[in-house]
């Protein structure tokens, strides 16, 4: 018996435009819709008669003219395909939104929408279990659609024939969809079938991530699949309330800077997202999970979950247990937890600094460099309740070499360290910091004894005289450490400016008169007062000492120059031509002293 022909509610071409544009980020996704309402339709006809359990898919064939997907769901009768197509096409992309995704109805009329993305002609044959006729309902492209009541004695479910439209129809054909099909729905808890020329070939199979305790090997294999190399660990996550559960994958590699947590999602087993960034807190970027859940709640376009108090309460419960990971981890396999952190610690200490859930429990893991070698800050903080700090490498550098061997000085220059240090006393109320800088840390040195000060005063002099055509200054100081002969002192802001000065002479002209300005501005900012580098002496070293009773100029003025060198290598200063031309000569002329030869009479190199 035929039906009358009706029209929808809006143009259906603006219905398409609206769901491409505005819902459905791809046409690829009318295979997963497709599969949603059949499963949902399996799912209603078991609490109706306890049967169904199959979705059927022909994909277009060159002999066959249409792509068919059947299910042995509950079906629809005629009274509800009429009240749902009849309105699903709404006025406004508002009202699309607003359809009801949680009822079958509603959310089978989206779905079925989806399919005008890649077909002018959508048929659905469907006969329903709770009985009444077979029913048809034909909708084409141009707006209209027809309901109509079938004399044929069809089985109990629906089938969904699908006209490809000229630009989409290698979206329904075999290839392409196989891999929708694998990728949507391998791991739904129907049967999936793919007819094939070949013969039948089911597409579904047990999901891994559900069930890692009863084969843990295939659980590692699909993490391996995942990250494309073997996981570090596997993390079980689960979340009762909602039904919610999966696995964390441990990155055995450092993720590109700026990278977001991404998870691949799945509701009742069907695909949400390969990358949601919703599910996990932001601070577990070190983990790639696999989340299945039955009671959260998608958007329209099924593609990212809304956010309410159920996706809130998920994230909590899924972060606890990572940080739970970490924590016996560190308390059972602690070299397994210094391998992860040495992995991740440059993210890890980016994200303690905004994050304090993160850094309550990972902090006390993080290393840092100090005076006394690489410490955790767990140890750190356990041995030395106050910690010193220095803001930049070269400033750790030149403070080093006259730090007291009873305190510590951390080296802040590396990334986010100096935040590190900082946030300490938060974490370890006990903790106190204390920045340190090269000026303050010469100015606690204590100068020589009473006895010798003359003496020393008059090295000064003397070497400072030596060292005037390099712009240094000499100091001599008492330090604890006798091997130490001398230490290459500059304030950091003098230090960058001569660094600019040592760069211009090995660069270009182009980037030497971008120096040039950059030291102009600098110069204008600070009224051009710059005070030199000093070459402080150590009084407790017996070089230094026994520089006071060399009478010879020559000598004595070598041996200067050489301390100077060596202090600057010592600190990992760049040398500049002059630096190295006095290096040079300083030795040679030592060389001829010591072998009774003039200075004057050996010849320059070439």
């Not at 590699?253 to 390969?274: C, D, H, I, K, N």
């Not at 030395?384 to 080296?411: C, K, M, W």
């Not at 020589?448 to 200054?473: F, H, Q, T």
């Not at 290598?569 to 190295?580: I, S, V, Y």
Request: proline residues 5%; aromatic residues 6%; glycine residues 8%.
């Amino acid at each position: 018996m035929s039906g009358d022909v009706q029209q929808f509610q809006v143009d259906l071409r603006g219905v398409v435009d609206l769901l491409s544009r505005h819902i459905y980020s791809s046409p690829r996704v009318y295979l997963r819709e497709l599969l949603q309402n059949a499963r949902d339709a399996i799912t209603a006809r078991g609490e109706v008669d306890g049967g169904g359990g199959t979705i059927r898919i022909s994909p277009l064939t060159d002999g066959a003219g249409e792509f068919v997907l059947r299910d042995d769901g509950v079906g629809l009768t005629a009274a509800e395909v009429a009240e749902l197509l009849a309105t699903v096409g709404r006025s406004s992309k508002r009202d699309i939104f607003d359809l009801p995704r949680s009822d079958y109805l509603g959310q089978f009329g989206i779905g079925l929408l989806s399919c005008f993305m890649v077909a002018d002609t959508i048929v659905i044959r469907s006969r329903s279990a709770r009985g009444g006729p077979a029913v048809e309902w034909t909708g084409s492209a141009d707006g209209t659609f027809r309901v109509a009541e079938l004399d044929d004695d069809l089985p109990v479910g629906t089938s969904v024939h699908l006209a490809p439209r000229f630009d989409q129809d290698d979206l329904l054909r075999p290839a392409a969809v196989r891999e929708l099909a694998e990728t949507f729905g391998e791991f739904l808890p129907v049967r999936v079938v793919l007819e094939a020329p070949g013969g039948d070939v089911d597409l579904t199979r047990p999901a891994p991530f559900l069930d890692s305790r009863a084969d843990p090997d295939a659980a590692v294999r699909y993490g391996r699949d995942l990250l494309g190399a073997a996981p570090l660990d596997v993390i079980e996550l689960a979340e009762p309330a909602t039904g919610t559960r999966g696995l964390a994958y441990v990155l055995p590699f450092a993720p590109p800077p700026g990278s977001r947590q991404a998870t691949r999602m799945y509701l009742g087993r069907m695909l949400l997202s390969e990358r949601a960034d919703e599910v996990l807190p932001d601070w577990a970027f070190f983990v790639r999970a696999v989340i299945d859940s039955t009671g959260l709640a998608p958007t329209a376009s099924r593609e990212s979950l809304v956010e309410d108090v159920a996706l809130e309460r998920v994230r909590e419960q899924l972060g606890a247990g990572i940080r739970r990971w970490v924590l016996e981890l560190g308390l059972r396999e602690p070299h397994r937890l210094a391998q992860f952190v040495a992995i991740h610690e440059v993210g890890l200490k980016s994200l303690v600094r905004h994050d304090e859930e993160l850094a309550r429990f990972i902090t006390r893991w993080l290393s840092v460099e100090t005076t006394h070698g690489t410490l955790r800050i767990g140890d750190l903080v356990e041995r030395y309740p106050h910690v010193r700090y220095a803001e930049t490498v070269d400033e750790f550098r030149q403070v080093a070499g006259i730090s007291p061997a009873s305190e510590v000085l951390v080296n802040g220059g590396y990334l986010f360290d100096v935040d590190l240090i900082r946030m300490l006393p938060e974490l370890y109320p006990q903790v106190t910091v204390e920045r340190v800088d090269v000026v303050g840390e010469l100015d606690r040195l204590d100068p020589p004894p009473l006895d010798d000060r003359a003496a020393a005063i008059a090295l000064e002099d003397r070497a400072g005289g030596v060292l005037s055509a390099s712009g240094c200054s000499v100091v001599v100081r008492t330090m604890g450490r006798d091997h130490l002969a001398s230490l290459y002192v500059v304030d950091p802001d003098v230090l960058r400016a001569m660094d600019r000065s040592r760069t211009k002479g090995i660069t270009g002209s182009l980037w030497g008169g971008v120096l040039d300005r950059i030291d102009d501005t600098l110069g204008a900012d600070s009224g051009d007062e710059e005070p030199g580098a000093r070459l402080c002496l150590n009084w407790s070293n017996r070089v230094v000492r026994a520089l006071t009773g060399v009478r010879d100029e020559a000598v004595f003025a070598r041996t200067v120059q050489l301390l100077y060198i060596q202090a600057l290598l010592a600190g990992h200063h760049p040398l500049t031509d002059a630096d190295r031309t006095l290096m040079t000569t300083a030795l040679a002329d030592l060389v001829s002293l010591s072998a009774g030869l003039d200075v004057d009479t050996v010849d320059e190199p070439r």
